[in-house]
């Protein structure tokens, strides 16, 4: 069973048609029994990280969530959900993440500014992927497959746990993995062909 | 690289994709599912459904083809028409919609935008605006575009855009149907006042339309509907010609 921890944060029509799509058990549920026993987690998540960061301590859900990554269950964090992976986040204040990721969340648009890039933030649309490192979730998309990304923040170093970036002016971060936890700033749900690839592979990776 | 997005606009009523030609007469083009997945084969960036159901009772046949539309195919959708309150994007964000466009709902009640922002984000609240030249000025016009608000739409795009909208799409009435390209001028004054991204729609009639569409600095998204219906114009030939001519596009 894949779990998809419902904290009250976004949208969970499309994940969880493209998960039924591929055929995959799931199951959004915010109990700790279902997290512990769950093959597969996914942390979903749009909106602002504190707001969702506030959300997701109130469900109590943290200390679960840790335990099930710590037992090796697979765990991928989407969009703001895996911006939640890393140690903290400076959007709109200073806030602490969950700590699964080496790196912090910082706003895109001082970046492209400082690079002298007058690019629009968010980055709204389709972009490509260029690997940094080998992942089992890439098992069934190639280099350059376009996925679909919709961000104003962007996880900064993070070199030892970045697998892909794309390019927005400067690199970005679009997935990251560190040992058994998985991240995307793109939305696999909502990338097509390509998305469905990459959650296929998800849903095949097995406990460390 | 960021790519120039390519949109299929489809409106529905009852339940079907209807396209009005010259503004008479309704003509029932296809079942939205099967056009709907023809589009993403095609190689479609996201999809657009407008909701033309005339009455409440109706509704629900358009959250049908919403729900039945997002459990197949897994690439963005805004859904527009009818959009008055923030209650009416959760019934369509809870049947498979990502984004939302609001237009004479918001000029109704411009708290909308910034209502829906708050509570679904930026990302999710698209405003759609008709606008004709009136007197040398841009004006939005509501009800699908047959009433004129006499509000600019150049500082209506900026209010918006301050308040909480994530993109904006520029349907010019003077360009609509016309099918002679898209209005380039208008949309150039818009991208000078906007940093948000800016789908372009009205007056699209041929595949060099696009071309000179994109050279627009602040366009992102080219919108149309009856070209792609009728496949005058076929969405993978369409993106293998801006590819030739180097602008980035997914293929």
Known sequence: MLVIVDYGVGNLFSLSS???????????????????????????????????????????????????????TPLLGICLGMQMLFEKSY?????????FVKGYVKDLKSDL???????????????????????PLFKYIKEGDYVYFVHSYHAVSCSESLIATTQYGIPVTAAVQCKNVYGAQFHPEKSGEVGLKILKAFCEIDRG | ?????????????????????????????????????????????????????????????????????ASKIFIPLTVGGSINEVSDFERVLSSGADKVSVNSGALKNPKLIEESAKKYGNQCVVLSMDVKRVGGEYHVFSKGGRVDTERNALEWAKWGEDHGAGEIVLNSIDTDGVKNGFDLEMLRDLCNVVTIPVI????????????????????????????????????RDLKEYLDKKNIPVRL
């Open chain 1, 18 to 72: 493209s998960l039924k799509f591929l055929g995959v058990e799931t199951k959004i549920s915010s109990d700790p029994q279902d997290i512990l026993s769950a093959d597969r987690i996914i942390l979903p998540g749009v909106g602002a990280f504190g707001d969702a960061k506030a959300k997701l301590d109130a469900t109590g859900l943290v200390p679960v969530i840790k335990k099930a990554v710590d037992n090796g």
């Open chain 2, 1 to 69: 690289m960021i790519t120039k997005r390519i949109i299929p606009c489809l409106d529905i009523r009852d339940g079907r994709v209807v396209k009005g030609k010259n503004f008479q007469g309704v003509q029932d083009v296809e079942d939205p599912v099967e056009l709907a997945t023809f589009y993403n084969a095609e190689g479609a960036d996201e999809l657009v459904f407008y909701d033309i159901t005339a009455s409440v009772e109706k509704r629900p046949l358009f959250t049908d083809v919403l729900e039945r539309v």
């Open chain 1, 91 to 99: 959007e709109y204040g200073e806030h602490e993440g969950l700590g």
């Open chain 2, 200 to 235: 372009a729609s009205g007056g699209a009639g041929k595949i060099e339309d696009f071309s000179e569409l994109f050279k627009i600095k602040g366009v992102d998204a080219g919108l149309a509907a009856s070209i792609f219906h009728f496949k005058e114009v076929k969405i």
């Open chain 1, 113 to 135: 500014d400082k690079n002298g890039y007058d690019y629009k933030v968010p980055e709204m649309g389709w972009n490509s992927l260029k690997f940094c490192n080998e992942s």
